[in-house]
C-alpha cells in the first residue's frame, strides 16, 4: 500500500483483478452437458458394479442385459478385461464421473477455474476415452461380446471428451491454428458423432452375420 495525496492506494489490487480474470467458467449448455454425460456414466457404472457383485456372489447369476450371445453383459463381465487393474472397471467409474457431475453442477453455480484446472479435466478424459477405446477393441475382438451398459458409458465418455477439449480450444486454454478453431466450433458436433457411428459400424461389420439371420 503506498499513500498519495488523495489518500492510500492499494498496489495489490490490480494483481488480484488480473488472477480474477484469468479464471474461466463454462456457459450452462457445457455445464448441462458434464452433468448428464456424467450421470450416464455413473448409472452405467453403478448397474454393472452391482452386476458384478451379484456375479461373484454366484456365478450363475445371469444379467438382465444379456440378451443373446453377442449383447451378453455376463461374458463382458467374467473376462479379464473387466478387471484391467485388478479390481473391477466400473468402480473408476463411480469416481470419475461422480467428478465430472460435480463439475458440471458448480459450473452451473457459477464457478470458475484456472487453466490448469481444466488441462486436469482434459487429461482425465483423454484417460478416460482412451481406456474405453481398448475396451472397445478388446468387446468387439477377444471376448466377443458387448456389454449394453458399457457401451453406454463409452458413447458418454466420447461426448465428454470431445466437448471438453472443445471448450478448451474455444477459451484458447489448448492452442489450435484459427481456422481448425473457428472450424470445430461451427461443426462441433462432427467430431462426436462421427467417432460413435464408426464405433457402430464396427458392431454392425462385426457381427454382420449374426444382425442378419
Excluded at 467417432?195 to 439371420?213: A, C, E, K, P, Q
Amino acid at each position: 500500500m503506498t499513500m498519495t495525496a488523495h489518500g492510500p492506494v492499494s498496489v495489490a489490487q490490480p494483481r488480484r483483478h488480473r488472477a480474477h480474470w484469468s479464471d474461466i467458467g463454462g456457459g450452462r449448455p457445457f455445464a448441462w452437458l458434464l452433468v448428464i454425460t456424467g450421470a450416464a456414466g455413473l448409472l452405467a457404472s453403478w448397474v454393472i458394479t452391482i452386476d458384478k457383485f451379484k456375479l461373484l456372489e454366484d456365478p450363475g447369476f445371469t444379467p438382465g442385459c444379456s440378451l443373446n450371445p453377442v449383447v451378453s453383459c455376463g461374458n463382458v463381465m467374467k473376462s479379464g478385461q473387466a478387471s484391467a487393474f485388478g479390481f473391477p472397471n466400473p468402480m473408476m467409474g463411480l469416481v470419475a464421473y461422480s467428478m465430472v457431475i460435480a463439475i458440471g453442477v458448480a459450473l452451473l453455480a457459477g464457478a470458475r477455474y484456472r487453466r490448469w484446472y481444466w488441462l486436469g479435466l482434459n487429461a482425465g478424459c483423454l484417460f478416460g476415452v482412451g481406456f474405453c477405446t481398448w475396451l472397445q477393441y478388446q468387446s468387439l475382438y477377444e471376448i466377443n461380446a458387448l456389454c449394453l451398459w458399457c457401451s453406454l458409458a463409452w458413447v458418454a465418455t466420447i461426448v465428454m471428451f470431445c466437448y471438453v477439449t472443445l471448450h478448451n480450444i474455444e477459451h484458447r486454454i489448448i492452442k489450435v491454428p484459427d481456422g481448425l478453431r473457428k472450424g470445430l466450433l461451427e461443426f462441433h458436433w462432427m467430431p462426436p458423432v462421427l467417432w460413435i457411428g464408426i464405433i457402430g459400424m464396427l458392431i454392425l461389420t462385426r457381427w454382420w452375420d449374426f444382425w442378419t439371420s
